[in-house]
């Protein structure tokens, strides 16, 4: 059990010290990843930005995920999903391009209008604050991989452990502290998991 983001995010750095990480840029998934992806880049040095995606809704049930999408377009599709709900590909088209549109504007409000840190080459971590389905973290990951990191590692407090076996082969590493059986929804493992606005996330992007 977490106190909060914050000690999630302590938490975590010490354990990636602990592994001998190395990272070059920490790439948070907003909002909620920004208040544990600040301890982590400090400790290990590293600049801190973002990478935003977001899911796809199912056309009957718009908070059900059958995919993400990056803010650069990189898409993750549950494909048995997809296929049990008989989405057609006329949907699947127009809800991908809405959604990459609305993460543009979400990256460009965090970055201030700036693009995605230099990737070329460069150890990158990403972290959230914890992984249920795993969409969003997957479309995040095949942008960093597209905007070609040498190495990309996944660090989260907690996942279920299906949606992390999943992940392993989206990134070179992934590092969850807990992976408990009775996995429901990431918030049962903070004690504070209430909701992170927009001005606080930025602050966290100051430099420190």
Same mark, same amino acid.
């Given at each position: ?17 602990? !592994?001998?990480? *190395? ?30 995606? !977001? ?28 296929? !049990?709900?008989?989405?057609? *590909? ?6 991908? %391009? ?51 990191? *040498? ?32 996995? !429901? ?13 927009? %001005? *606080? ?8």
């Amino acid at each position: 059990m977490f106190a909060n983001r914050s000690d999630a995010g302590d938490r975590l750095a010490a354990e990636l010290e602990d !592994r001998g990480i *190395e990272a070059d840029v920490v790439l948070g998934i907003p909002r909620g990843a920004l208040p544990v992806a600040r301890p982590v880049a400090d400790a290990l040095g590293a600049d801190l930005g973002v990478v935003v995606a !977001r899911k796809l809704g199912a056309p009957s049930n718009p908070e059900l995920a059958i995919g993400a999408v990056a803010s650069d377009g990189s898409v993750w599709l549950n494909d048995d999903l997809v296929d !049990r709900l008989g989405v057609s *590909e006329s949907y699947l088209e127009d809800v991908r %391009e809405r959604e990459a549109a609305n993460a543009r504007k979400k990256a460009d409000r965090y970055r201030g209008g700036e693009p995605l840190p230099e990737l070329a080459g460069k150890r990158v971590v990403v972290v959230d604050d914890g992984v249920a389905t795993g969409a969003t973290a997957i479309a995040c990951l095949r942008q960093v991989r597209e905007a070609g990191a *040498e190495r990309v590692v996944l660090a989260i407090p907690v996942g279920a452990p299906d949606t992390i076996a999943a992940l392993e082969s989206e990134a070179d590493e992934v590092i969850a502290l807990v992976a408990p059986g009775n996995f !429901r929804a990431v918030g049962q493992f903070y004690r504070d998991f209430g909701q992170v606005t927009d %001005e *606080e996330a930025v602050g966290y992007l100051e430099d420190r």
